[in-house]
Nanobody, 128 residues
Framework: QVQLVESGGGLVLAGGTLRLSCAAS????????MGWFRQAPGKERDFVARINTIGGSTYYADSVKGRFTISRDTAKNTVYLQMNSLKPEDTAVYYCAADADLRTQPGAYYMPLTYDYWGQGTQVTVSS
């Protein structure tokens, strides 16, 4: 069982920065693919970024590419999402998620159903 706890959300002006953290429990954290998703009011949960365990390769939604960076510190069992040049349309609840299946193919990285564990979410609000 894995528990995920997000932190670092808040209110920021457009153009500002935030860094989200996701602290994970469990000895097998280092073997999980980790993702960030976000959900705005009345909308579906959308993929933001993913980092794999093998090779540490990263994937991003087009809407955040070049502005957001996902990283992981295995020693601290933590995944980060550095968010720069924030826009009002980035406003959402941000969720951390863990994928326990090492066989997941890239085509599935973007789907919430791929992930086995979820955090409770942290609110990010970007004002114009």
């Amino acid at each position: 069982q894995v528990q995920l706890v997000e932190s670092g959300g808040g209110l920021v002006l457009a153009g500002g920065t935030l860094r989200l953290s996701c602290a994970a429990s469990g000895r097998t954290f280092s073997t999980y693919g980790m993702g960030w998703f976000r959900q705005a009011p009345g909308k579906e949960r959308d993929f933001v970024a993913r980092i794999n365990t093998i090779g540490g390769s990263t994937y991003y939604a087009d809407s955040v590419k070049g502005r957001f960076t996902i990283s992981r510190d295995t020693a601290k069992n933590t995944v980060y999402l550095q968010m720069n040049s924030l826009k009002p349309e980035d406003t959402a609840v941000y969720y951390c998620a863990a994928d326990a299946d090492l066989r997941t193919q890239p085509g599935a990285y973007y789907m919430p159903l791929t992930y086995d564990y979820w955090g409770q979410g942290t609110q990010v609000t970007v004002s114009s």
